[in-house]
């Protein structure tokens, strides 16, 4: 029975237990993202400015709500790859109730709020990462994503692509969108890759193509981001 006692204990676990359990579920999407050959991958705890940063967790002011993690280039950008990443946050989560679960079973952990709020947050993180919903920031749910690659919608994770082309005429870099539209030119490549992975990194999904003398290469990519 939750009694008034319970109440700091239950404000402790908020601020404690949930931003634990959100780092389990990000540590599930990078997991799957790092076998799929992720680079630069990193968790972000929270919302807000940036406090800290600790290895490939950065966390936020107000680090107890909200979650995500960015990776870059992965090599494997199947349909069941997408499927696995997207899942490996929920999939961490009930792996994390089933140990605590069992655990207090067996007698290592004792029985009390704590088993009890860590497997309430646990299911309550995967009940609403699973509803298959858009986000009013055009995002969407780990779940609608996977209903949508199962449903074979790929086009949910089909990146823009972004080229960084050599014009021979006007001896220039040239950054065009996916659209084919021209944004800039620029005297040195570099110049228009940074510019190139700088716009495709805040457009995910997304592909920087380098081209010249009509051959085509890959630079980078960015795949969406799980939440």
């Not at 990193?42 to 940063?53: D, E, H, L, N, S």
């Not at 999939?91 to 290592?108: G, Y």
């Amino acid at each position: 029975m939750f009694g008034i006692e319970d109440i700091p204990k239950f404000i402790l676990a908020f601020f404690v237990l949930l931003p634990v359990i959100s780092t389990i579920h990000e540590g599930g999407h990078v997991f799957f993202a790092w076998l799929m050959g992720g680079k630069n991958i990193r968790i972000t705890i929270g919302t807000g400015k940036p406090v800290f940063r600790w290895g490939l967790v950065e966390v936020r002011q107000y680090y107890f709500w909200y979650g995500f993690c960015t990776f870059d280039n992965i090599t494997r950008q199947r349909t069941i790859a997408n499927i696995l990443i997207f899942s490996g946050g929920v999939l961490f989560n009930l792996l994390a109730a089933i140990a605590v679960i069992l655990l207090v079973e067996k007698d290592i952990l004792e029985e009390g709020l704590f088993a009890y709020q860590f497997t309430y947050f646990s299911l309550y993180y995967i009940f609403f990462a699973l509803i298959p919903i858009p986000f009013p920031d055009g995002g969407y749910s780990d779940g609608r994503i996977i209903l949508d690659l199962i449903r074979g919608k790929e086009n949910i994770i089909a990146p823009r692509v972004y080229y960084v082309r050599w014009d021979q005429d006007g001896n220039q870099w040239q950054v065009f969108d996916d659209h084919d539209e021209l944004i800039a030119n620029y005297e040195g490549k570099m110049e228009a890759l940074n510019r190139a992975n700088e716009i495709a990194r805040n457009n995910r999904p997304s592909m920087v193509m380098s081209s010249k003398g009509g051959k085509e290469k890959e630079i980078s990519n960015y795949p969406r981001i799980p939440l």
